[in-house]
């Protein structure tokens, strides 16, 4: 395995650079954890991530590396394992036009950022980008930009800090997480 996934920095920087891996349209959940290994681990299951659309995937990522793909990212099934083997190979972002809403979910919650862009398919296989995500953009190496929609700042703090459970365990043990106003 690649290693968790490094969570993108808050605005883009010339040092972090992050290469494209293309995939197409619709994209399903059983492409990305194959319903044949959902009764092993998240490394096992992250072994065999798009094996049957880009078989040299889960062994070529490299933790940083971002998806780009067409429309549909993530429909299919409600398994958060869809997304946490991308994570767990260390994938830093997927950027597509659309999402499955409950894949968008599942992805944040276990930590992976998801920029949604309109002009996703204009990037190139192997091409480096930089993600500012407070700006809701993409940076191209030639200093073209691709807009996308803004990622509450509530989403990001989720994804910088690993998922939807870590962060809620920082803020207990910061004191930062609020009771509950019923109680």
Known sequence: MNGKNPA???TATPARRHRVWRLGADVDTDQLAPGAYMKFSIEEIA???LERVRPEFAAQVRPGDVIVAGPGFGIGSSREQAA???VTLGVSAVIAPSYSGLYFRNAFNVGLMLLTCADAETLAEGEHVALD???SRVVRDDGGVLPCAPIPAFLRDMVQAGGLLPQLKRRLADGTLQAHPMR
Request: charged share 15%; hydrophobic share 35%; proline share 8%.
């Open 8 to 10: 993108p920095s808050g």
């Open 47 to 49: 072994r065999h991530c």
């Open 84 to 86: 946490a083997a991308l």
């Open 133 to 135: 995500l407070e700006g």
